[in-house]
């Protein structure tokens, strides 16, 4: 059974980089039919798409964060990271790894978020 | 502001149906791209519902069921339980962003 499971500090200073890491258990990360990707969750608030990266290292951010986020993977370690620079308060959240559908069926394209791990809270605060 | 828009809370009470909408646009759910559809419970981490508009994973009752049509998709609950009190997000792929968008989540309360 795949698991993911996020790692990293709960407590990042302002204007501090966020720094965590996914580790992949149960299933490959090199995987031509899936991305590795990052989700957060503001507490009381929705989820919000980070970036996605490819196990050959492509990688894909949401515009809003990209000028901050750098996420880069580890295929012998079965691991990918998250790097988010210059945080602040706003940048309090519930970070999820997940992995993303990428391939093609009879029915279409799969894009789907299938597994996920438990989530860690990281608060930005002095 | 989420890409994809949602009712921010529905309820009905136990046995009863509810459904909750999904509204997109032009670079993801009119482009084409599935909707898939998520259950936070309380205090943990979202669980894929419904993938590809109507498909349920292994072990999701058929009590729930997905439908798309143009710019927009809806989940459906029957036979509601109290069990499923919880959030539910769609989610689709965004061609603009070359990326996963979230609907704002809405709030099933049992009543």
């Known amino acids: 059974q795949l698991q993911l499971q996020e790692s990293g500090p709960g407590l990042v200073k302002p204007s501090e980089t966020l720094s965590l890491t996914c580790t992949v258990s149960?299933?490959?990360?090199?995987?031509?039919?899936?991305?590795w990707g990052w989700i957060r969750q503001p507490p009381g608030k929705g989820l919000e798409w980070i970036g996605n990266?490819?196990?050959?290292?492509?990688?894909y951010y949401n515009p809003s964060l990209k000028s901050r986020v750098t996420i880069s993977v580890d295929t012998s370690k079965s691991q990918f990271s998250l790097e988010l620079s210059s945080v602040t308060a706003a940048d309090t959240s519930v970070y999820y790894c997940?992995?993303?559908?990428?391939?093609?069926?009879?029915?279409?394209?799969?894009?789907?978020?299938?597994?996920w791990g438990r989530g860690t809270l990281v608060t930005v605060s002095s | 502001q989420s890409v994809l828009t949602q009712p921010p809370s529905v309820s009905g009470a136990p046995g009863q149906r509810v459904t909750i909408s999904c509204t997109g646009s032009?670079?993801?759910?009119?482009?084409?791209?599935?909707v898939h559809w998520y259950q936070q419970l309380p205090g943990t981490a979202p669980k894929l519902l419904i993938y590809?508009?109507?498909h349920r994973p292994s072990g999701v009752p058929d009590r729930f069921s997905g439908s798309k049509s143009g710019t927009s998709a809806s989940l459906a609950i029957t036979g509601l339980q109290a069990e499923d009190e919880a959030d539910y997000y769609c989610?689709?792929?965004?061609?603009?962003?070359?990326?996963?968008?979230f609907g704002g989540g809405t709030k099933l309360t049992v009543l």
């Open positions: 997940a992995r993303t559908a990428n391939y093609y069926d009879s029915s279409g394209y799969r894009t789907q978020l299938d597994y």
């Open positions: 149960g299933s490959s990360i090199s995987t031509t039919d899936y991305y």
């Open positions: 990266i490819y196990y050959k290292g492509s990688t």
């Open positions: 032009s670079s993801n759910i009119g482009a084409g791209y599935d």
């Open positions: 590809g508009n109507s």
């Open positions: 989610q689709s792929y965004d061609s603009s962003l070359s990326g996963s968008v």
